[in-house]
Structure formats: C-alpha cells, structure tokens
C-alpha cells in the first residue's frame, strides 16, 4: 500500500491490540471453521434435494466453483489490506465510499439474519434432551443471544478459546460415528454412480444452495485482520487448513448417509441424531445433538464476532454514529456495536424462517458481488500496490474466474425463488432488504450535509 493510501485511513485502524490479545492460527482456524462450518449441522436436507446420486457430486463440485474462487478472492483482497473492517475497507478502497456503506449495511443486515437462526436451532438440539423447553422457546434464544454477546465483550481470545472447545464438541461426534462406522463394518462406504439424472432444477438449485449455505462466510472472517498475529500468514494457513478439515467431515458424514439406507425425509425433518441413533444407538443421537447445541453458540459467537468490527469501521469514517467505534475500556473491544447486535437479533422473531433465509442468501451475494468487482477494479488502478498473495490471473481471467460463482449462486437463488413458501418474503422483505441501503445513504447524506467531513478521505465523493 502506498504511503499516501495508508496517510487516508483513520488512526482508529492503524491502532493494534497488544500481542497477548492478538489471535493467533490454531484459534483463528477454530473461529473460520466456527463461522463458515459449525460441523455437518445443515447439510440434511442436501440428500432430500439431490438425491442418492447427485448429493455427493454437488458436495465436491459446488465448493470448488464457489468457494475455491471466494477464497483466492479474500486473501489477495486480505492481504493487500490486512485491517480491521475487512471488506467494508476494500470496497471502500475499490469503489468508494457509497458503495462501501452499501457494503457494511448489506453485510449486517445478513449477519443478523443468519445469526437469528443459530438460536433457534440451539432449542431444537436442547429439546433432544428437555422437550419441555419448546415452551420457553423465546426465553431460551435471548438467554443463548445475551451469553454469546459478553462472551463477546470480554475480547477476541475468548472467543478463540472457547471456539476451539465447541469446535472439538461438534467435531468428536461425528468421530465416533466415523470410527464406529469403520471398525464395525455394519454398512458398505461405497460411493453410488455420481449423476444429476431426474433432478428438476428446482431441486437442483435448492441442492447448490444448501451446500452454499453450509461454506458461507470466509470474507467475515477478515473483518478483524487487525487483531490477529501476522494476519496475511495466519489467515493463508488456518483458511487452507479450514477448507480441507470442512470439506473432509462432509465427505465422510454424506458417504456414511448415504449409505445407511435412512430415510432422507425423515432425516431433513429430525437431523443427524436420527442417522446417530441408527448407526449407533441413542447414546449416538444424544452425543451428535449435543454438537448441534455446541454448533448454534459456536456459530453465533463466531459470526458475531466478525459483525461487529464492521460499524466500528464505518463510524471511523462517518458513515454510523461515532460512538459505534468507541472500545470497551478493559476488553479493547467495540461493545456497543455487540450490544446493538444482540438486540436487533432479539428482535428478529417476527421474521419467518423463510423470510430469514432469502435475506441471507440475497444480501450475502449482493455483498460478495461488491467484494468480487473490488479485486478486479484495485487490479486495475493498483497493479502495483503491494500483494503478499496475489492470485496468478490477468484482470480478464480473473473476471472470468470471479463470474463462475456469480453464476452458481444464480442457480441456487432460482431454486429458492421457485420454492413456494418463500415467495412471499420474496415479495417484501428481500428487496426492503436490499433497498434499505440506499434509503440509509441518502438519509445519512442529508444528516451530514451541514457537517464538515473530518479529514480528506472522507471528502471523496461517491
């Protein structure tokens, strides 16, 4: 980055923890994985959709056409900018400040969609155990909300730690079953003929979707770059070490399904316990349902915590309310912005799960779409700028490449589209969603209007 680029940043993103709360790679890995995985919690519903032949063929074809360029994408972004704000800061270096408040808001209201399902599915896994708590469903998603957020508080570390305990919570189950699976020899692991035969495309885009859905996220882990230990090194080695441990457990826990002869609808409808039970007894269920406990708070600790630095950062320049960038005075953490997290999550309960998901989904490819055009654009008036990892393309294959997931998430967005019980937060809450953003800008704009700005970055224009 050139001297007059980083003279533009504000001072608030140029400040580093001290290095005993810095985020080092074996932590780092179990928040990424925390964030984009959470376990094999999710994919249920991936045999339903495509069937005994194609669910292992979306499986490994779909993280290589998504994800794979996703990945390259965020570590030359994240190494050309390894700060605090993460993508909110390359958009706004890419395309300005417009588009970058575009960004951030489009980024949080997906964040609290997402984080709003974590504790639902956290009362569904408790009620394995008491099924009485359904109940006290509301009760129990605030207490779960509440907690993750001054787990929050009390810093980055903490939630390293304690995502490397959940993490191996939700990992040993499947172990156990790999394993029990393995020495038995109760049922064959043989892989049935790949093909898409008889797979409608709605169906098929649900079935891309689903495996979409279960590697969202690894831009949201570089929103807090300034708090790790050699960021551009320790995301590079926990990022890779994240994709292939993700996409292991997969493998093993759809090839065991597959062949365990389950019912795939009963499965979508009870989850892995029930494959647990089959293969195991319900000593198995018991232990695969207390991962999908520890997967709902891992993953909610873990997306929050990348939430969070994002207003942080755009208050930094004006574009929220600066007391969003104000720290805790012990944690060094920006509590505020947790606390208003928590609250908007809480209140999230008037939505319908469908109606979360489209605004997951939709808001999330808006996002990535931005980020995407970043990389092309800083390729072309940066070409010089420093790249500890620079993808080995031209701006044109590089187009080429950042188009393939462009075009899976099409598909997969057709299938939610055509499913009929989501059209009608279709209708409303996705494009309000979507549209919120501008409607945020121009009222932010008129708000300004009579203040001078700070410094000369935020003098740039749209």
């Known amino acids: 980055m050139k001297t007059t680029e980083k003279s533009k940043l504000p001072v608030s993103r140029k400040l580093k923890p001290p290095s005993s709360l810095l985020l080092r790679t074996f932590a780092l890995g179990s928040v990424i994985f925390l964030t984009v995985s959470g376990g094999p919690y999710g994919l249920e519903p991936l045999m339903q959709y495509a069937g005994r032949n194609g669910a292992m063929l979306l499986l490994l074809i779909v993280p290589l056409l998504w994800d794979v360029p996703t990945i390259l994408a965020v570590l030359e972004l994240n190494s050309m900018m390894p700060e605090e704000g993460g993508y909110y800061l390359w958009v706004h270096r890419a395309l300005g400040r417009r588009c970058a408040f575009y960004e951030g808001w489009w980024s949080w209201l997906y964040s609290f969609a997402d984080l709003a399902i974590y504790p639902v599915l956290a009362v569904t896994y408790l009620s394995y155990f008491f099924p009485h708590l359904q109940d006290h469903k509301i009760a129990v998603c605030l207490a779960i909300v509440w907690g993750c957020a001054l787990l929050n508080i009390t810093g980055i570390v903490n939630v390293g730690k304690t995502s490397v305990a959940l993490g191996a919570i939700i990992i040993l189950p499947f172990l156990v079953m790999f394993f029990k699976v393995l020495k038995s020899g109760a049922i064959p692991l043989s892989l049935p003929p790949q093909n898409l035969n008889g797979i409608g495309i709605s169906s098929l885009g649900l079935g891309i979707y689903t495996v979409m859905w279960n590697f969202l996220g690894w831009d949201n882990v570089t929103t807090y770059a300034g708090e790790v230990n050699r960021p551009v090194r320790t995301y590079l080695v926990s990022i890779a070490v994240s994709f292939v441990l993700i996409l292991l457990v997969y493998f093993f826990t759809v090839l065991i399904t597959l062949n365990s002869s389950i019912d795939f609808g009963r499965l979508n409808d009870s989850g892995f316990p029930l494959l647990g039970e089959k293969l195991g007894g319900p000593y198995l269920g018991k232990l695969i349902a207390a991962g999908g406990i520890a997967m709902a708070i891992g993953v909610f600790s873990a997306v929050m915590l990348s939430i969070s630095r994002v207003p942080a950062a755009m208050a930094a320049d004006r574009l929220m309310p ?124 008129k708000i300004k209007k009579q203040s001078p700005p700070l410094n000369s970055y935020q003098q740039q224009d749209d």
């Not at 908007?344 to 979360?356: D, I, Q």
């Not at 990535?368 to 940066?382: G, M, N, Q, T, Y």
């Not at 031209?394 to 950042?402: C, D, G």
């Not at 998430?409 to 057709?414: E, H, P, Q, S």
Request: overall charge neutral; hydrophobic content about 60%; glycine content about 4%.
């Open 322 to 445: 600066a007391f969003l960038s104000k720290l805790h005075p012990v944690f060094k953490t920006p509590y505020l912005t947790i606390i208003i997290c928590a609250a908007v999550v809480s209140c999230l309960s008037v939505f319908t799960l469908p109606e979360l998901i489209v605004m997951d989904v939709l808001l999330y490819g808006a996002g990535l779409l931005l980020e995407f055009i970043s990389l092309v654009v800083l390729r072309i008036k940066e070409p010089e700028a420093e790249r500890p990892f620079r993808i080995p393309l031209n701006s044109f294959l590089l187009s080429a490449m950042l188009f393939i997931p462009v075009l899976v998430f099409g598909i997969a967005l057709y299938g939610i589209l055509s499913k009929p019980e989501s059209r009608h937060g279709i209708i409303w809450v996705a494009p309000a969603a979507l549209l919120s953003a501008e409607i945020a800008w121009q009222a932010l704009k």
